[in-house]
């Protein structure tokens, strides 16, 4: 959002403020603050000027309406529609710009690990976060831990009892249906991180959802998707800064530690005990013949005999 819209947005939040009042406390002209008033006003936000500007409503969801009292350093770009916020957040970074959330209300082509399918129908929750971390890249997986720990964290500020599935699923109940999946990118050269792209979905309306999949709305009566987003952001902003403190929340909030699971790593399938998750992200499973690391890979989540 504009700097000085922003500073409009602030000024007139609480009370009535005249034009030249305002004008004068921003050093611009009235014509200025008209300008921006009405800039407001088309992207959504409702401003009565009867006596003096005053924002009486913010819209329900949009780049301003999530930029405006959000407590973290980003920028959002929002499209009603776009085929993938991974690939437009990817041309961003192309383009030089860092800590941007590329956001859109569907999307026509979303891709989750391994190149699979992902539904992205209108009303869901669909983010890409570009950012240049000081991380080597061997490190850049923590980000994948921070961006699960920030969904599950809100979704239970929001009322869904959610848990982390290793590595980067967050699923609800005992069935363990799929909330959410993150999809990280990165690119880099061999001691550092160029730029890091946290490709967030998370599912709103269950509506014509797969069986194993589930929505937020499927546990709550309603979610603010604007006050969703701005918390996800800004705890994933303060996760982003504390790599050990993400990795301590994820293993606060991970189903997976203490299951019996099975692992697919390329070729190989690892059946064990998963006992830790270690930095940067490595599971750790107690296999019949000892400990084995892995640090990619598909994991199930095995019933007990």
Not at 79 to 92: I, K, V
Not at 114 to 134: E, H, N, T
Not at 153 to 168: D, F, L, Q, S, Y
Not at 229 to 239: P, T
Request: aromatic fraction near 4%.
């Amino acid at each position: 959002m504009n700097e000085t819209r922003r500073a409009v947005l602030a000024a007139i939040a609480d009370e009535a403020v005249s034009g030249p009042d305002l004008a004068a406390h921003l050093g611009v002209s009235r014509a200025a603050v008209w300008k921006h008033i009405e800039t407001l006003r088309e992207a959504g936000f409702t401003i009565e000027s009867d006596g003096g500007y005053r924002l009486i409503e913010v819209p329900d969801y949009g780049g301003s309406a999530i930029e405006f009292d959000l407590d973290a350093p980003f920028t959002v770009e929002y499209h009603d529609s776009l085929p993938s916020t991974n690939a437009r957040a990817r041309e961003l970074a192309a383009e030089g710009e860092t800590d941007v959330a590329v956001i859109a209300n569907e999307q026509t082509g979303g891709r989750g690990r391994l190149d699979r399918a992902w539904r992205s129908p209108p009303g869901g929750i669909w983010l890409s976060v570009l950012c240049r971390p000081d991380l080597p890249p061997a490190h850049a997986p923590v980000l994948t831990l921070a961006a699960a720990v920030a969904v599950t964290k809100t979704a239970r500020e929001h009322g869904v009892e959610a848990g982390i599935k290793w590595p980067n699923d967050v699923l609800v109940g005992d069935e363990e249906t799929k909330l959410a999946g993150i999809l990280t990118e990165m690119e880099g050269e061999a001691d550092r991180v160029s730029w890091v792209v946290v490709g967030i979905g998370i599912n709103v309306d269950p509506t014509g959802l797969p069986e194993d999949a589930t929505g937020l709305c499927a546990h709550v009566d309603d979610i603010d998707r604007r006050a969703f987003v701005q918390g996800l952001l800004e705890r994933f902003d303060a996760l982003r800064a504390d790599p050990e403190g993400a990795l301590a929340a994820w293993r606060e909030h991970a189903l997976t530690l203490g299951r019996r699971v099975r692992v697919t790593t390329g070729n190989e399938t690892i059946v064990g005990t998963a006992r830790d998750v270690e930095f940067p992200g490595t599971l750790v499973v107690e296999t019949d013949d000892g400990s084995v690391r892995v640090h990619a890979g598909d994991c199930d989540h095995l019933r007990p005999a």
